[in-house]
């Protein structure tokens, strides 16, 4: 355990930030669960809607820092070509 005042802060602030972007990333994988439910039944209207709304959730975890540009982008693309692929 640390002794030093700004030591223990940081122990605070780094748990605090950990547990932020804990809960974002839980609400990233939510929204991705329901774009993959949405394209494993088919229903193209549905999996339209759940992209739209997990498009939005994964830019505003990017937007915090929660995912590298890259990696959001990557996320995005990959959900975007599934949807696509329904007939």
Do not use: F, P, W
């Amino acid at each position: 355990m640390a002794n030093i005042k700004s030591a223990k802060k940081r122990i605070l602030v780094n748990q605090t930030k950990a547990d932020r972007n804990k809960a974002i990333r839980s609400r990233v994988k939510t929204y991705v669960k329901k774009v993959d439910a949405a394209v494993a039944a088919k229903d193209k209207e549905a999996a339209n809607a759940a992209l739209l709304a997990c498009i939005s959730e994964i830019n505003k975890a990017c937007t915090k820092g929660v995912y590298h540009k890259n990696t959001a982008s990557r996320k995005v693309s990959r959900l975007t070509k599934a949807v696509n692929a329904i007939a």
